[in-house]
């Protein structure tokens, strides 16, 4: 009990601290790369939080128990888009690009209607459609390509404090290096932290003796959603609220895309009775995200409340239904 509780502690300050790194040099390397900060968060960051979710898709692939894999991935999908901004929102206010309204909200909409379109149409996900959802990722990264040219703006370059002069005076070789060493670096931390909380809490909870479910629907889910967790927190806390929306929106549909998409082509998932339900309610912090951010392209306090409660009455609605 008292290594699980060391353990505990020690993978939340590997988490955050490493997390704190990331943040920033995903920015400096956004910078660097006259890259959108956004993009960075929607992707390198967004690939990098969601690694523990491709660990497990791997694991219970290869030993043909990934039906945890997708129950884990659709619970992640509920958390980093109901519990993880609405915390964030709730921290500070979230402001959200016009473009990201209009094309990355819905598109993450989308390839969570995909993958329900794949499921309910065979009653399984095969090894097809595993790999239909991974060409899909490929045309995502086609996407991201397309998306991040020319989109570090001229205000982008003020706020950074970049101009002609500094970029061709910041020429020296270990200053363009080290922000992606220390990037890779820090999502290495980010995944060890991860799975020291997730390993220390699961351990926990089965010594109070709570149900394998409970601890599924609410540690492993959450657990896993912690690196998204911690990073968006930090990015807010510095500001960076393009790379904590980039971040949440592109782990999931990394989670849907690639993970689902590895672990079904490795073996069938077949559908859990009754899942059709959580698909449909996983759709509304997406929609409540749209809806709530549209007008004012922010998300306020009170919209964070909404998502957060929404969250919690999801978690109740899954415990007293067992």
């Known amino acids: 009990m008292i290594w699980n509780v060391f353990t505990l502690l020690i993978g939340f300050v590997l988490l955050i601290k ?40 791997i694991i219970t692939g290869v030993s043909k128990t990934n039906q945890l894999t997708m129950g884990n991935v659709l619970g992640c999908v509920l958390t980093n888009g109901a519990l993880v901004i609405g915390i964030a929102a709730i921290f500070k206010t979230i402001s959200i690009d016009k473009a990201v309204i209009y094309r990355e909200i819905p598109l993450s909409a989308g390839v969570l209607g995909l993958f329900m379109l794949l499921l309910f149409l065979g009653g399984m996900l095969s090894r097809i459609d595993g790999l239909i959802l991974l060409v ?42 080290l922000p992606f060493i220390y990037l890779v670096l820090s999502i290495a931390g980010v995944i060890i932290g991860g799975n020291f909380v997730v ?28 690196p998204e967790l911690v990073s968006t927190l930090i990015a807010m806390k510095k500001n960076r609220s393009d790379i904590a929306i980039g ?11 690639f993970v689902l998409g590895v672990s079904a082509a490795i073996h069938p998932i077949g559908m859990m009775k009754g899942i059709q339900w959580d698909f449909l309610l996983a759709f509304v912090p997406i929609l409540l995200l749209f809806f709530l951010s549209l007008r004012k392209k922010e998300l306020k306090r009170y919209g964070g409340v909404i998502l957060f409660a929404y969250y919690i009455l999801y978690i109740l609605w899954k415990v007293l239904s067992i």
């Open 18 to 57: 490493s997390s704190e790194v990331m943040i920033d040099n995903a920015s400096k390397i956004a910078t660097m790369l006259r890259v959108s900060p956004f993009i960075i968060g929607f992707s390198v960051v967004a690939f990098g939080t969601s690694a523990p979710e491709l660990i497990i898709g």
């Open 136 to 177: 899909c990722f490929v045309g995502f990264l086609v996407y991201l390509l397309t998306r991040s040219k020319g989109s570090f703006t001229h205000d982008e370059e003020i706020a950074h404090g970049v101009d002609k002069e500094e970029a061709a005076g910041d020429q020296k070789q270990k200053h363009k290096i």
């Open 199 to 226: 390993q220390g809490s699961t351990e926990i909870a089965r010594f109070f003796g709570l149900s394998e479910f409970l601890i599924g629907v609410t540690i492993v889910s959450v657990g896993t959603s912690l």
């Open 247 to 257: 971040n949440i929106i592109g782990s999931n549909i990394f989670n849907i895309l």
